[in-house]
């Protein structure tokens, strides 16, 4: 399904799907990079994950030091480059979330937010580690899904996006529970509370799950 984003969700046509985003999901994405941005110590090195065309590096940078953004798609890539113009703290690279290549305790912190974890469709416990494995001790590495009150504006935005051509027709049929499934083989899925502290037991490190704008759930980590 990551390749899903790849093929369809990158580049102008990822752009265009903030763009579309109604009142409400404006407001759910501005709270959620606030909280972020409010996580970051002035000066931080930072590492986001799945950052797609750059969307919110600036807001990183603006508070953090060096800010490194990683995606899979070229095409979103390109796009950033082209929209970040001149912002010599902010570095785009083509990188494997569940397969960083840095070095262990490198980062102060590590974000992946807009529903990451899920939307990567990659093995949740190797995404987490890895985000663990690059953050130095006393850091912060932030995961946030969709708060489970958020699922009628967020199942609108999605409508949104199938009539703009974004996505395949939503199976309504199928669609429910937290999971929207398209008729074209995608599937939007989301992290429970008990998921996520399912999927940080074992790790050396404090874990705090923290709800935002009734719109967003974080899993907040820091490395011992």
Known sequence: MYKYYKDNLSGERLKRVYEIAPERVRQYLEAETTHVVE??????TVLELGCGYGRILPRLADKGGTVIGIDTSFDSLLLGRRELGRLSRCHLLCMDAAAL????????CVVCIQNGISAFHADQHE???????VTRRGGTVLFST???????????????QAEAGLLGEIDYDKTGDGVIVCK??????????STFLALTQ?????VRLVEVDESSLFCEITPR
């Open 39 to 44: 996580r970051i110590e002035r000066g931080s």
């Open 101 to 108: 290549a840095f070095s262990d305790r490198g980062f102060d």
């Open 127 to 133: 995404l987490i580690r890895e985000a663990a494995r």
């Open 146 to 160: 969709y708060a489970g009150r958020f699922w009628d504006d967020r199942l609108e935005w999605f409508g949104l």
């Open 184 to 193: 074209d083989g995608f599937t939007a899925t989301t992290v429970r509370p």
């Open 202 to 206: 074992g790790l050396d490190a404090e």
